[in-house]
């Protein structure tokens, strides 16, 4: 089943950077500019012939999210990777997103208050994905025994993409997550 990309939000945190750097490291050249708002890309592949892509120099030109939608599609095609895969690797950032994981490791609390940062497993964009947050107070309390008890949690926040690295920031609502 293919799965195609359409939510414009989602598609707007992608940077032009992030697909740019992408598309360089899979091959893609730069081949010239297009007007004064974005850039083609060709690659070619010995058995499909040549592909272009199309890409935005800024986020906020109202056809972005059409120009990335595309970008994805021919991705897909060229790489043979389902859309939900290549745009696990380009997102980094997703605002107000539910996270459903496990705890996999609590810090040790800070000094001065009940908090501490917490490490989440949990499904980002269709991949198993290590996810810290900070939590304080009942919530810290709660991932403890999320911890101990290997209980499934769930937690809202906004998730951002750091050196690889992704971490939910202003988490709220961190519940257990019962069946």
Known sequence: MKVTVRDADILKTIEPQQLKHYLQSHGWHEDRPFLDNATVWLKQEPEHGEFEILLPNKQHLGDYPTRIQEALKILEEVENRSQIEILSELITNASNITIQGVV??????NADQLSAEITLLGVVFDKLRLIKTEL???EYILAIKAYQERLP???TGDLIKENNTFILKNSRQFILDNP
Not at 104 to 109: F, L, R
């Open 136 to 138: 304080a107070d009942h």
């Open 104 to 109: 996999m490791q609590i810090e040790a609390p």
């Open 153 to 155: 949690v769930l937690c």
